[in-house]
């Protein structure tokens, strides 16, 4: 706390960052990949509304593996590669039934 802060502001402030950190470790455990290496989020987008079955998978011993119904957070293409791409997307049976 600094000379010109009051103490609300200072525990709002807290608090604000404790709840930023605790979304971004949510997010970090949600990351994802498709098994197919999609080089572009149109590439996916089009895959899905063909009809054809995107699987998700967690990569490395990152975090857990992604359950029906988690909203996961993919990126691509995949490591090496710079990730270009980012998309959410809701998971069923492992796999994604919908992207953003």
């Known amino acids: 706390m600094n000379g010109t802060e009051t103490k609300a502001a200072y525990d709002a402030r807290h ?6 950190r605790e979304g971004m470790q949510r997010m ?3 990351m994802a990949y498709t098994v197919e290496n999609f ?7 089009e895959a899905l509304a063909s009809g054809r079955t995107v699987e998700v998978y967690q990569p490395g011993p990152f975090g857990p593996d992604v359950r029906d119904g988690d909203f996961v957070a993919l990126e691509g293409p ?3 590669e710079p990730h270009r791409w980012y ?3 809701v998971v069923r049976g492992g ?3 919908k992207v953003k």
């Open 87 to 89: 998309a959410s997307a």
């Open 95 to 97: 796999m994604v039934v």
């Open 15 to 20: 608090y604000e960052i404790a709840r930023l």
């Open 39 to 45: 080089k572009t989020k149109k590439a996916l987008k």
């Open 28 to 30: 970090e455990k949600l």
């Open 78 to 80: 995949h490591y090496p």
